[in-house]
């Protein structure tokens, strides 16, 4: 089994990561309040999680932001992408791509889990979201939902 698919070992479900953005070239002055105000623009932030480095606290520069649906998340793509704050320009991706293309889908996972002083975990227990799904099959997954 994989990490994709023990959701209780990842604590990130398919369906979080297709409705949060990879937010990459954060300026370290930038707060995670800044990040969430400009991040509400596009529509209602679920949370922003600004990523730290486990030893010292400090930002690594990136986070995720997690919406409501998909289609606020791409939203945010289209309209923040290359936005200027505090002299950098962001990157926002689809977390799912950044998992996949930049840093594989180990790290990505450590990374997202280490926010804010410790792992958070988004326990499914009663299956409310359906069995996990690798992600080459989340479109055909989604496609085939009732």
């Known amino acids: 089994m994989n990490q994709f698919q ?22 370290y002055a930038v707060t995670e309040e800044e990040l969430t105000e400009l991040f509400k623009t596009v529509g209602h932030v679920i949370k922003f999680r600004l990523v730290r480095d486990r030893d010292t606290g400090k930002p690594k520069g990136f986070g995720f932001c997690e919406y409501k649906d998909v289609q606020t998340a ?12 505090h002299g950098r320009n962001l990157k ?15 790290e990505f996972l450590s990374q ?28 055909e997954a989604i496609t085939h939902t009732r």
């Open 112 to 139: 997202t889990c280490t926010v804010e002083g410790g792992p958070e975990r988004f326990e499914d227990e009663d299956g409310q979201y359906g069995a996990a799904v690798e992600p080459e099959h989340v479109l």
């Open 74 to 85: 791409e939203a945010a793509i289209r309209n923040l992408n290359e936005f200027e704050l």
């Open 6 to 27: 023990n959701k209780h070992h990842v604590g990130h479900t398919a369906e979080q990561s297709l409705r949060s953005v990879f937010v990459g070239n954060i300026a």
């Open 92 to 106: 926002v991706d689809s977390a799912v791509n950044s998992a996949n293309e930049k840093h594989g889908p180990e």
